[in-house]
């Protein structure tokens, strides 16, 4: 069984930085990316960034586009999420998920392995 745990959320100012990690624990697996998507409430959850190990890519939604980033480390499975900038839009519970390939990186039928969420709170 594999388990992702995330890690960081907290409650910041609008203009604050916050850094999330992710791990992951349990049986070994070779994943193909590793993302992170954000559920605020009422809303569905969405994508928000991705690593595919292979050559390195990253991915990010419009929305975070030069105020998040994306990197991790293959072999440990674990991917952060540096945010700057944050926005009381930005407030949602954070979720870090694996996939074992296959089904693209930007969707959520993309990741086999999901983490329980992290919350972050952006206050105005």
């Known amino acids: 069984q594999v388990q992702l745990e995330e890690s960081g959320g907290g409650l910041v100012q609008a203009g604050d930085s916050l850094r999330l990690s992710c791990a992951a624990s349990?049986?070994?697996?070779?994943?193909?990316?590793m993302g992170w998507f954000r559920q605020a409430q009422g809303k569905e959850r969405e994508f928000v960034a991705a690593i595919r190990w292979s050559g390195g890519r990253t991915y990010y939604a419009d929305f975070v586009k030069g105020r998040f980033t994306i990197s991790g480390d293959n072999a440990k499975n674990t991917v952060y999420l540096q945010m700057n900038s944050l926005k009381p839009e930005d407030t949602a519970v954070y979720y870090c998920?694996?996939?074992?390939?296959?089904?693209?990186?930007?969707?959520?039928?993309?990741?086999?392995?999901w983490g329980q969420g992290t919350q972050v709170t952006v206050s105005s």
């Open positions: 349990g049986r070994s697996f070779s994943s193909y990316a």
């Open positions: 998920a694996a996939s074992l390939g296959g089904a693209g990186t930007t969707t959520l039928r993309s990741y086999d392995y």
